[in-house]
C-alpha cells in the first residue's frame, strides 16, 4: 500500500497534467484516453524510474553559485560546520536544511524526495538509510531498487573529483603568509538567507504582531509586545525567473532582506531633504530612466502573455524600490529635520512618512501611507510621460494605474 504522501504526491501530478490536456469541447472518448494515459504515467512504477534518471540533472547545495551569475556553474557545495555558542549566525548555528539547483523541469523529482512518509523520514532520509519502508514502497517498480536508489541519491552526490570553480563567481584575494595569497570563491548561504526571511516575516507580519501593533495604536497593553527591524534592504536575484537560480530563491519571490551592516555615519549626507515635495525635489527622473524605458519597451509590445507581464511587473517593482531606497536615505537624518521653518510647506503626511520624528506616530496612524501610495502612482505615471515624451508615451492611466497601485500596496514593506 502506498504512502499517504506519495499517493497525494501522485495524484498532484497527475490532476496537473490532466488539467493541461483535458479542454471542455473534447468528446469523451478523448477524455477518457487521457485519464488512461494518465492513470499509467503517473504510477509509481511508471513515474519512479524517469525520476530516477532526471534526479542526476539537480543538485542538492548549501551555497548555490548562482546567486553571483545565473550562469555560473560551480562543484556542488554541501557546507557542514559544527554548532558553537559564539554569537554568530553562521553555517552550523542555524538548522536550515538545503537548497537546490538545476533544471527547473526536474523540480518535481526534488519535491517528491522532500515528501515525509509516515515513519517520520523524508523519501530522502528513507533512501540514505535503506530502510524497509522505502524498499516497501518501491516494490511495485520493475527496475531493481538499487538502481532506482543510486539514480536517486545522485541529487546528493558529485561527479567532479576536485572541486571546480568559476570565473562569473564573486573572487576574494585572502593573504595567508608574506606575499602568498588564497584566492577564495565567495558563495551565498542562500539557506541562512532564506531562514532570516522566515524570520523576519514571521516577526513583522504574525497574527501576534499584529494584536500587538493594534494595541499600541490603542494605547493599550500587550504582554508580548513586538520588535521591528529597520534599515532592511531587498535585493531580487532572477528578475522573472527566479527559478532558475534556485529552488529557496523561488519559494521567497526572488527576493531577499540584506540586514543593515554599514558603519555609523560621522558627518552629515551632502543631499538636501526636500522642501515642497519629496517626488519633485528627491526623485531625479535621469536616474530612472533606463528603467521607464525598457518598461515603455515591453508595454510596446502587442504580446500579453504571462512572461511579458511577469517582466513588465518586474520593471515597475525596480522603480518602486528605487524610490524606497531614496526614501530611506532621507530617513537617516537627524529626526526633527522637517521641523525647520525651511520644510514648512512641505505636506504633513510627507512629514510623517519621512521623519523619523513621527516614527511612533506613523504606527499609531497609517492613514498618511494612503497618500504616499496615491501620489507615487501619479508620480509614476508623471515621469514615464515625461521621460519618454508626451508623442511617445502610452497612456497608462486609464489601463495601467490599477496594477501600478496593486504592485505599490504589494511593496508597502518597503515603503513603510
Known amino acids: 500500500m502506498l504512502d499517504p504522501a506519495i499517493e497525494g504526491f501522485l495524484n498532484e501530478r497527475k490532476d496537473a497534467w490532466l488539467k493541461k490536456k483535458i479542454?471542455?469541447?473534447?468528446?469523451?472518448?478523448?477524455?477518457?484516453?487521457?485519464?488512461?494515459?494518465?492513470?499509467?504515467?503517473?504510477?509509481?512504477?511508471?513515474?519512479?524510474?524517469?525520476?530516477?534518471?532526471?534526479?542526476?540533472?539537480?543538485?542538492?547545495?548549501?551555497?548555490?553559485?548562482?546567486?553571483?551569475?545565473?550562469?555560473?556553474?560551480?562543484?556542488?557545495?554541501i557546507a557542514s560546520a559544527t554548532p558553537a555558542a559564539d554569537g554568530f549566525l553562521r553555517t552550523g548555528n542555524v538548522s536550515a536544511g538545503l537548497d537546490v539547483v538545476g533544471n527547473a523541469a526536474a523540480l518535481d523529482v526534488y519535491k517528491f524526495l522532500s515528501l515525509k512518509l509516515e515513519n517520520g523520514a523524508t523519501v530522502l532520509e528513507n533512501l540514505?538509510?535503506?530502510?524497509?519502508?522505502?524498499?516497501?514502497?518501491?516494490?511495485?517498480?520493475?527496475?531493481?531498487?538499487?538502481?532506482?536508489?543510486?539514480?536517486?541519491?545522485a541529487i546528493k552526490q558529485n561527479d567532479d573529483n576536485v572541486a571546480r570553480t568559476s570565473g562569473r563567481v564573486k573572487q576574494v584575494y585572502f593573504p595567508v603568509q608574506d606575499k602568498e595569497y588564497l584566492l577564495l570563491s565567495v558563495m551565498t548561504?542562500?539557506?541562512?538567507?532564506?531562514?532570516?526571511?522566515?524570520?523576519?516575516?514571521?516577526?513583522?507580519?504574525?497574527?501576534?504582531?499584529?494584536?500587538?501593533?493594534?494595541?499600541?495604536?490603542?494605547?493599550?497593553?500587550?504582554?508580548?509586545?513586538?520588535?521591528?527591524?529597520?534599515?532592511?534592504?531587498?535585493?531580487?536575484?532572477?528578475?522573472?525567473?527566479?527559478?532558475?537560480?534556485?529552488v529557496l530563491n523561488s519559494l521567497n519571490g526572488g527576493a531577499a532582506y540584506l540586514l543593515p551592516s554599514s558603519p555609523p555615519q560621522l558627518e552629515s549626507r551632502n543631499f538636501q531633504?526636500?522642501?515642497?515635495?519629496?517626488?519633485?525635489?528627491?526623485?531625479?527622473?535621469?536616474?530612472?530612466?533606463?528603467?521607464?524605458?525598457?518598461?515603455?519597451?515591453?508595454?510596446?509590445?502587442?504580446?500579453?502573455?504571462?512572461?511579458?507581464?511577469?517582466?513588465?511587473d518586474w520593471?515597475?517593482?525596480?522603480?518602486?524600490?528605487?524610490?524606497?531606497?531614496?526614501?530611506?536615505?532621507?530617513?537617516?537624518?537627524?529626526?526633527?529635520?522637517?521641523?525647520?521653518?525651511?520644510?514648512q510647506h512641505l505636506p504633513v503626511y510627507q512629514k510623517m512618512w519621512?521623519?523619523?520624528?513621527?516614527?511612533?506616530?506613523?504606527?499609531?496612524?497609517?492613514?498618511?501611507?494612503?497618500?504616499?501610495?496615491?501620489?507615487?502612482?501619479l508620480w509614476f505615471v508623471r515621469s514615464y510621460r515625461e521621460i519618454l515624451g508626451r508623442s511617445v508615451a502610452l497612456p497608462l492611466a486609464d489601463d495601467e494605474l490599477p496594477h501600478i497601485r496593486k504592485i505599490i500596496v504589494e511593496c508597502e514593506e518597503a515603503l513603510r
Open 23 to 77: 479542454k471542455s469541447n473534447m468528446a469523451d472518448e478523448e477524455k477518457q484516453a487521457f485519464e488512461a494515459q494518465s492513470a499509467t504515467e503517473f504510477s509509481l512504477s511508471e513515474w519512479l524510474p524517469s525520476a530516477a534518471k532526471r534526479a542526476c540533472q539537480l543538485s542538492l547545495v548549501s551555497h548555490p553559485a548562482k546567486f553571483s551569475n545565473p550562469s555560473a556553474k560551480t562543484t556542488a557545495i
Open 128 to 153: 540514505e538509510q535503506q530502510t524497509s519502508v522505502i524498499r516497501q514502497q518501491f516494490a511495485v517498480c520493475s527496475a531493481p531498487f538499487a538502481d532506482i536508489c543510486q539514480g536517486l541519491l
Open 189 to 246: 548561504p542562500s539557506t541562512l538567507m532564506f531562514k532570516m526571511k522566515e524570520r523576519i516575516q514571521e516577526m513583522h507580519f504574525s497574527d501576534e504582531t499584529k494584536e500587538a501593533r493594534e494595541a499600541r495604536k490603542n494605547l493599550k497593553h500587550h504582554e508580548k509586545g513586538f520588535a521591528e527591524i529597520f534599515g532592511l534592504t531587498v535585493v531580487g536575484y532572477g528578475g522573472t525567473k527566479p527559478q532558475n537560480i534556485s
Open 273 to 312: 531633504p526636500p522642501r515642497f515635495d519629496f517626488f519633485k525635489n528627491s526623485l531625479w527622473l535621469n536616474k530612472f530612466k533606463d528603467d521607464f524605458q525598457q518598461l515603455h519597451n515591453l508595454l510596446a509590445k502587442n504580446d500579453n502573455n504571462v512572461h511579458i507581464r511577469k517582466k513588465r
Open 315 to 343: 520593471h515597475i517593482r525596480s522603480i518602486i524600490f528605487q524610490v524606497a531606497d531614496r526614501m530611506w536615505t532621507v530617513r537617516s537624518l537627524p529626526p526633527g529635520w522637517s521641523e525647520s521653518y525651511n520644510y
Open 354 to 377: 519621512l521623519d523619523q520624528l513621527y516614527r511612533d506616530d506613523r504606527e499609531k496612524d497609517d492613514r498618511w501611507f494612503g497618500e504616499v501610495q496615491k501620489e507615487l502612482a
